[in-house]
């Protein structure tokens, strides 16, 4: 049988996709196990063990200063600033994405800028806005949507652009108006669009939040595993990035979800 | 009585390709006429410039004796070959947009008495196309000639002073097709519709149509064939009266057509 035509069932798939994975862990571990033997005192590497008793100590030992415990107020600190940024990049995307996408002089006027926006680097804009904003939480937010913002923009307008024309005109010869149009032919067929760009903007969402936190910051997911980076705490570090990308998985995983459950015909399905 | 349409020595170019020359027509209420011609004569510019969604180069196109804006509007009515329904919403909703349109201009919804009207309305139309039963499908769960049966209810809905169709049943096959003929057959008597019909297919624009225009260059000129336009060429009316016509898949052809 060819092996493009090699079908993998539920239990197949679990099995196939666990094994990569397992495998790591595995190498991981014996190269732990073989620098421990060598040095019991390697940070480099640190057993479980290690990691389990110092992420213990975030986890659920006040922290003697704050009187916080540490990893959930990095967590809600982390996913505080991620979800303004998130939720404000996409509202710009929706409202300004569908108004370029649909109304041709719109997008004569804001197209180059957005487009001229989203070849900026954003990173090259951080110092900019702790200038201008601060060393706050506006200036992190802000880097987020400057990051994210303009590529949803140009991804939902598009999208919306390279709707069928036939179906605005038939919602003309209906008797829509312009806002008619807007509301009810081009807003309902983005929004899986939006979805999927918010799925997709999540990656770089995160890599701006940590290089945020990494420069100025007192909490946050980012500011930890730099602040212990010093000591070359690596049993805390891990644990943390382990955290960060089940977190980014479980966000996926719902907004996968929710566009199913609330755009059941755009995935081709019965409802 | 003038006529319900008329085209006065329309021109259409873009940069210096001539797509229409000097075409001038007159189409009467309640006419059935077909469109044909080659590809590239200009069939589906004819009929954006009556859609609305293209304005001639030159010359004037008035509807009811009044001069045609050109945007599209809901006195014209339009199926075209694909993407005439809109997939997120379903059956019922597509043929409510409509009346949301009109009654509510900035919800572009309807609540309590206007919703229950315009969902009888509706359903009463789903029904006249064959459809009574799929009012609550969405168009990705229906075939292509269902989809095209909704399109038609959709846009019959609003009352068109003309119904223009885009090859609307080139997509579907033989005996979809032979249905979709004897629908817009019926749907064209009971409705007193004027229908404007472009077609690959020849059988089928001198089945249905009360009036068969081709479309064609009368000129050529091989160095510079974007130079000429076309017109129409042949005005074919055909003895057919609303109320005889009654639709039999094989027995009209064109050599019963006594004055062709």
Redo the contacts between chains.
């Keep these: 049988m060819r092996w493009v035509n090699r079908q993998v069932g539920r239990s197949g798939r679990l099995f196939l996709g666990s094994a990569p994975i397992l495998l790591l862990v595995f190498v991981y571990l014996i190269l732990a196990v073989q620098r421990h033997e060598a040095n019991p005192a390697d940070k480099i590497l640190p057993l479980p063990s290690a990691m389990v008793h110092s992420m213990a100590a975030l986890i659920l030992e006040p922290d003697k200063l704050s009187g916080q415990l540490v990893f959930w107020a990095d967590t809600l600190a982390s996913l505080q600033r991620l979800g303004l940024g998130l939720g404000i990049a996409t509202l710009m995307a929706l409202a300004v994405g569908l108004v370029i996408g649909i109304l041709p002089p719109v997008r004569a006027t804001l197209g180059p800028l957005v487009t001229g926006i989203a070849v900026i680097p954003p990173i090259a804009l951080l110092p900019i806005l702790f200038i201008a904003l601060g060393l706050g939480e506006t200036a992190k937010v802000a880097l987020i949507v400057i990051g994210i913002a303009p590529v949803m923009i140009r991804d939902v307008a598009g999208h919306v652009n390279a709707l ?1 024309r ?2 605005i ?9 312009s ?2 149009v807007i ?3 081009a807003l ?2 983005a929004m899986p669009r939006l979805i999927q760009a918010i799925r997709l903007a999540l990656g770089p969402a995160w890599v701006f939040l940590i290089s945020a936190e990494a420069i100025a910051s007192d909490q946050g997911l980012g500011y930890r595993i730099f602040l212990v980076r010093r000591y070359l705490s690596m049993d805390v570090i891990l644990p943390y990035v382990a955290w960060i990308a089940l977190l980014a998985i479980a966000m996926d995983f719902a907004l996968v979800f929710l566009s199913r459950r609330a ?4 995935h ?1 399905e ?2 | 009585m003038s006529a319900l349409l008329s085209l006065r020595n329309l021109w259409v170019e873009y940069g210096d390709k001539i797509i229409i020359e000097n075409l001038s027509l007159d189409i009467e209420e309640g006419a059935f006429v077909s469109v044909v011609g080659p590809s590239g004569a200009g069939k589906s510019s004819f009929l954006r410039l009556i859609l609305g969604q293209e304005a001639p180069a030159r010359g004037e196109i008035r509807l009811d004796d009044t001069p045609l804006v050109p945007e599209c509007g809901p006195d014209r009515g339009v199926v075209f070959q694909r993407y005439s329904v809109f997939p997120h919403l379903s059956a019922l909703r597509n043929v409510m947009f409509g009346a949301e349109c009109e009654e509510a201009p900035f919800s572009a919804r309807l609540f309590g008495a206007a919703r229950r009207k315009a969902r009888d309305d509706a359903a009463e139309m789903l029904h006249a196309v064959g459809l009574g039963a799929s009012m609550d499908s969405y168009p990705a769960q229906m075939s292509g000639g269902m989809q095209q049966r909704l399109a038609i209810a959709q846009a019959l809905i609003k009352r068109p002073r003309i119904l223009l169709l885009d090859e609307p049943f080139g997509a579907l096959d033989p005996g979809i097709r032979a249905d979709m003929h004897e629908l817009i057959t019926r749907l064209w008597r009971d409705y007193s519709l004027t229908i404007i019909m472009v077609t690959h297919d020849i059988r089928e624009a001198f089945t249905l149509g009360t009036r068969v225009l081709a479309l064609d260059k009368r000129r050529h000129d091989p160095h510079a064939p974007h130079r000429y336009g076309a017109t129409v060429v042949y005005d074919i009316p055909l003895d057919k009266e609303r109320s005889k016509v009654v639709y039999h898949s094989e027995r009209i052809t064109i050599d019963e057509v006594s004055n062709n």
Excluded: D, M, N
């Design positions: 069928p036939e179906l005109i038939k919602a003309q010869t209906l008797g829509a108006s806002w008619q509301l009810r032919v309902p067929q755009f059941p015909w755009a081709g019965g409802h």
